[in-house]
């Protein structure tokens, strides 16, 4: 949602192989995940295993009746906000966004707007600049092409928004 890219559309069917091309059997069973850009509760429900994601964040199984959800806060979870390539693809759509304002201060209270659902103070908006700075920096030192350091530079800056405790949990 936060990126632009949340496909708000009822779901629709999946996109099944098709049935003269099935092979399966109890040795070679149908496992396929299909990527979506819609709400997780439009996402194909694997019987025989769970869906990644959804396994990773505590989803109902879906094997049985579930009224009540497990919450846990694991390592994994941690490590799949700050290095999945879904995170870095929609930091990148998000960051996009954001060079859409003319100036740090803009992009900046944009982002803590969008992401956080209130305003950045004047602390938040100078630790902005100075981690866009210091990335910008050190992408100069990397065979990343210039024209890329600005977009990659508020695209970490966007991962940092999205792996703090203020983005993930509601108080």
Not at 5 to 22: I, M
Request: glycine share 6%; hydrophobic share 40%.
């Amino acid at each position: 949602m936060v990126s632009g890219r949340l496909d708000s559309s009822p779901g629709e069917g999946h996109p099944f192989p098709a049935v003269n091309t099935w092979g399966y059997s109890q040795h070679n069973p149908f496992m396929a995940i299909y990527e979506s850009t819609k709400r997780s509760v439009y996402l194909m429900t694997p019987r025989l295993g769970r869906h990644p994601f959804l396994a990773l964040f505590d989803g109902a199984d879906a094997n049985a009746s579930t009224p009540d959800r497990a919450v846990t806060t694991v390592p994994t979870q941690a490590l799949f906000w700050m290095n999945a390539p879904l995170l870095h693809e929609e930091s990148q759509a998000f960051a996009g966004l954001l060079l859409g304002e003319s100036d740090t201060k803009a992009r900046t209270e944009l982002a803590y707007r969008t992401a956080l659902a209130r305003r950045p103070d004047d602390a938040e908006i100078a630790a902005c600049r100075s981690f866009v700075d210091r990335y910008r920096t050190g992408l100069k030192a990397t065979d990343t092409p210039a024209e890329q350091h600005e977009l990659l530079a508020w695209a970490a800056f966007a991962r940092t928004l999205f792996a703090s405790n203020e983005f993930l949990y509601i108080d």
